[in-house]
């Protein structure tokens, strides 16, 4: 190794950029769940882990948000059984 090094045309920071509409993070994840997403692409021949977790996370959000249709589904039957309940006193 060199005793010296030249860093003056060094920069300081990650060495490749992050995608637009990306951002980096740091997370802590149990290590059982980091070792089932490493293993599910080890075993589907390669990939990245992370994609995978993405992915899943993006999957878990969609199953989560009611559509329009369905919340006024659910505010008007909340308000039917209220008025059937004052209705029958």
Known sequence: ???EYNFTKGKRGPVIKTPKGKTRI???IDDDILDWFRQQ???AGGGNYQ????MALREYISSKIESLEETL???IREELSTYDKKAKR
Do not use: C, E, P, S
């Open 51 to 54: 994609t995978l977790i993405n």
């Open 26 to 28: 740091t997370i802590r």
């Open 73 to 75: 589904r659910h505010v």
């Open 1 to 3: 190794m060199k005793k």
């Open 41 to 43: 692409v080890h075993n």
